[in-house]
């Protein structure tokens, strides 16, 4: 069992930035491959990014790509993704994912969700 608290969530200017985090409690989190996905009012739920267990291996959404950078610290146990050059269609609730032997865009494949932190981007 892994529990998932996001955090980091706010309200920015478009242009600016921020850094979400996921810290997982738990067993095994370095076995994980970790995700984060987002869910903007009225659509379904999106892949953003994506980490293999080593965190040598990353996946993003081409709508995110050059701007968003996930990362992790299996010491600390918590995923990040750090967000820049933010937009008004970034605007979503924004939860973090793991997955047992698998990573990548599938969200089905990811067993463990936290409760979602929602970033706002103002025009």
């Known amino acids: 069992q892994v529990q998932l608290v996001e955090s980091g969530g706010g309200l920015v200017q478009a242009g600016g930035s921020l850094r979400l985090s996921c810290a997982a409690s738990g067993r095994s989190f370095s076995s994980y491959a970790m995700g984060w996905f987002r869910q903007a009012p009225g659509k379904e739920r999106d892949f953003v990014a994506a980490i293999n267990w080593r965190g040598d291996n990353t996946y993003y959404a081409d709508s995110v790509k050059g701007r968003f950078t996930i990362s992790r610290d299996n010491a600390k146990n918590t995923v990040y993704l750090q967000m820049n050059s933010l937009q008004p269609e970034d605007t979503a609730v924004y939860y973090c994912?793991?997955?047992?032997?698998?990573?990548?865009?599938?969200?089905?494949?990811?067993?463990?969700w936290g409760q979602g932190t929602q970033v706002t981007i103002s025009s």
């Open positions: 994912a793991a997955a047992s032997q698998y990573v990548g865009y599938d969200q089905s494949r990811y067993r463990y």
